[in-house]
């Protein structure tokens, strides 16, 4: 199973970025989809989840109306669009994809926003 994470970068404060995240290895369209940062010195934490349908969406707080978590099944892709991007979202922007009691993760993308 790999999951690959693309779209990070610099970007000023205010701006946007998507993050897309491509499995392969697995039944892709089975598997619930989240997406979870680290900042450093921080534990990694919880941004945006979807469904394995994509019925259901749930958003850490801090990020609530600002980003959307979505998936494209027939791509065997999640992504992330972040607007009105902060300071405080600069981390490492790492996918998961869990079934049951299978989890897989990616190896990250790094996230900076700076003026």
């Known amino acids: 199973v790999h999951l690959v994470e693309s779209g990070g970068g610099l970007v000023q404060p205010g701006g946007s970025l998507r993050l897309s995240c491509k499995a392969s290895?697995?039944?892709?369209?089975?598997?619930?989809l989240s997406w979870y940062r680290q900042a450093p010195g921080k534990e990694r934490e919880l941004v945006a989840d979807?469904?394995?349908?994509?019925?259901?969406?749930n958003y850490a707080d801090s990020v609530k109306g600002r980003f959307t978590i979505s998936r494209d099944n027939a791509k065997n892709t999640v992504y992330l669009q972040m607007n009105s991007l902060k300071p405080e979202d600069t981390a490492v922007y790492y996918c998961n994809a869990k079934r049951n009691w299978y989890a897989y993760w990616g190896q990250g993308t790094q996230v900076t926003v700076s003026s």
């Open positions: 290895g697995l039944t892709f369209s089975s598997y619930a």
């Open positions: 979807i469904t394995s349908a994509g019925g259901s969406t």
